[in-house]
């Protein structure tokens, strides 16, 4: 979905910005002055002035002075001047204008309409130490969104002042929430205008890893319109009830359509299951596209449309799929969410345009399931990382309400199990023959794999992400399903371990957990980890060291192992649980990551071998 207005790219261009730095000894790259004024017009249009200096001391800091500003139907490029000059001489290097600014599409090979075009200001070639000092004047012709204010840009950088100016007329209303900001506002009047002003000064320089909330004004109007559509974004009921005037009708379906619909769930009687036969119908028929035109890109295409082009946005598939369903008798609300990354909280007090996607929320008798209509593998009921565990906008007949996905906590979500058979031979190496199976975030991996890697992609994945260290895969077989909402991959295989076991002279020394736990696999923070394998050998030995039924709670984890001697050789059983808080830092998680496979590797088998 298209944000209408500068902010989704100004957004978008800070939170890179942040991560493109690493973390450094220095203090800061640059030193930053800025003033930044926005004016509401009496026609709903906002204009924006940014006049700023930046004076750049470390080549790491040369990204501070870039800009992307973009142009389309609803935003225009007033002015932009930039003059850089030497510190060192006070020497003007070069003059900019809007003229000489390069020009780029801002959207990406996977769209097929948008007209919208980014102005881009880089700062490169130039001698250090250097002064950039920019102007910037810009109009949209809607206050739909609105620029939020960062006095802090970038990790970095000293903000030596930052000031912010917000004008409105009194009649048409503004609304704003401060956050972590060291000084409020000052208010004043100024006739019909309400005058709105922060001036902060030396602010502290923020670093890469820190755990420092990023000062922000957010800004929000009380009346909107865009392009014609009027409404009040003072509740969120408001905001929905715009959003249901541009959805008015979309999802109406063709009568020959309906039939084909009841058709595809004749003799269906779950819910559940007639939500994915028609899920599924919408995944191998329709085509997700990026279509950002009209109405700054919030009103969906028509279903009708979608079924005859068999391609549609985020929007247009959600409309078509909540068609669907109420040909058959399930209700479903289009909803409005921010997904990717970067998602924030939202506030129950304070109703605002930040989204940047579509979905459906569908209410069955005993739970309620989220639809990703752009994903054309997983389950109904399973959207993975992209819109969980966020606030969304759920639009109704009567307006809008918050409401909340879900985490997908739950270890059926999160969960290995692993059995395999290891035949030693007497060089040590050993031969391998096994089945994995992985539920919810463990099985997307296959289902990528299935879906768009060849076999030497997908056997090199497995070579190098199935098991430890030595394993080389001879044969191999990926299917992927699903149980209800949850994904599942069984991946079956058969190969070579070099150097499975280590030797001594009188000794075999056997692992009792092959392979390392690794980082990607507790992207959800959570994990269910089960083992069972047998090892094999027609070598004579006695088991010198025999681990029966270790139990072991690290606080974040557990883990459990055991091994026994069978008639068919001995049998190695283990599991382990992670459960990770929800504050849990990447640092953090290294080191618990470290801790665990230090665990792990303490539980060894140790065979003697006969004389």
């Known amino acids: 979905m298209k944000v209408l207005l500068p902010a989704k790219f100004l957004f978008l261009a800070f939170f890179l910005s942040l991560n493109f730095s690493k973390a450094q000894e220095e203090a800061y790259f640059s030193v930053l002055e800025k003033k930044d004024l926005i004016t ?18 470390e080549h790491r800091g040369l990204d501070h002075a870039n800009l992307s500003l973009p142009s389309d139907k609803f935003n225009k490029i007033l002015n932009f001047e930039a003059t850089i000059s030497s510190l060192s001489s006070g020497k003007v290097i070069k003059k900019v204008r809007l003229k000489d600014l390069r020009e780029v599409s801002y959207i990406d090979n996977i769209s097929l309409y948008d007209d919208t075009k980014l102005k881009v200001f880089e700062l490169d070639q130039v001698s250090l130490p250097v002064r950039v000092e920019i102007l910037v004047e810009r109009i949209s012709s809607s206050n739909f ?9 970038y990790y970095n950088q000293l903000v030596k002042s930052a000031g912010l100016e917000i004008r409105y007329p009194q009649f048409l209303g503004l609304r704003f929430r401060e956050e972590d900001l060291p000084k409020s506002f000052v208010e004043s009047r100024d006739g019909e205008n309400v005058l709105l002003s922060w001036e902060l000064s030396n602010l502290p ?16 109007p009380k009346k ?27 999802d109406n379906l063709p009568e020959k359509f309906k039939e084909e619909v009841l058709q595809m769930i004749e003799g269906v009687e779950d819910p559940y299951e007639k939500v994915a036969v028609l899920y599924n119908h919408l995944q191998k028929n329709y085509r997700y596209v990026a279509i950002s035109l009209g109405i700054g890109g919030w009103m969906p295409r028509s279903a009708d449309e979608v079924i005859s082009s068999k391609y549609g946005e985020c929007k247009a598939l959600t409309t078509l799929m909540k068609g669907m369903l109420s040909t058959a008798g399930i209700n479903s609300q289009y909803s409005l969410v921010y997904a990717g990354e970067n998602a924030k909280k939202l506030h129950e007090d304070f109703p605002i345009n930040r989204f940047n996607h579509a979905f459906l929320r569908v209410p069955l008798d005993d739970e309620v399931i989220w639809l990703e209509c752009t994903n054309n593998f997983l389950p109904a009921g399973f959207s993975g990382d992209f819109t969980m565990d966020r606030d969304v906008l759920v639009i109704t007949e009567k307006g809008g309400y918050l409401d909340r996905t879900p985490n997908f906590k739950e270890m059926k979500f999160n969960s290995i199990k692993r059995q395999f058979v290891v035949s030693l031979e007497n060089n040590g190496d050993a031969k391998l023959v096994g089945e994995n199976r992985y539920f919810g975030f463990p ?46 991959a069984t991946v079956s295989y058969e190969g070579v371990i070099q150097r499975f076991g280590q030797e001594t002279a009188k000794r075999i020394i056997l692992p009792t957990h092959w392979k390392k736990l690794e980082e990607t696999m507790l992207s959800n923070g959570t994990l269910s980890w089960e083992e069972e394998f047998l090892i094999q050998t027609e070598r004579k030995f006695e088991i010198e060291s025999q681990i029966t ?13 055991d091994t026994q001697l069978t008639e068919n050789g001995i049998v190695v059983k283990n599991k382990l649980e992670i459960m990770l808080p929800e504050d849990f830092s990447k640092e953090e998680m290294i080191k618990l990551v470290a801790k665990i496979n230090n665990q792990l590797q303490q539980y060894k088998l140790l065979l003697k071998k006969a004389a």
């Open 40 to 57: 509401l017009n009496k026609d709903f249009s906002v204009t924006y002035k940014s006049i700023k200096t930046i004076e750049i001391f």
């Open 145 to 153: 969104f609105i620029d939020s204010w960062y006095p802090i840009s």
């Open 205 to 220: 320089v923020m670093e890469p890893g820190s755990d420092e909330v990023i000062p922000i004004v957010e800004i929000a």
């Open 224 to 250: 909107f319109s865009l392009d014609g559509f009027s409404s009040s974004m003072e509740t969120w009921e408001g905001l929905g009830s715009f959003i249901g005037q541009l959805n008015r009708g979309k």
């Open 443 to 488: 099985s997307l991996d296959y289902f990528q794999l299935n879906k768009f890697g060849n076999e030497k992609q997908s056997k090199d994945f497995l070579n190098k992400y199935l098991g430890g260290n030595g394993v080389v895969l001879l044969d191999f077989n990926i299917q992927t399903g699903r149980n209800r909402e949850i994904p599942f």
């Open 549 to 561: 039924d270790v139990k072991f709670n690290g606080g974040d984890f557990s883990y459990w192992v």
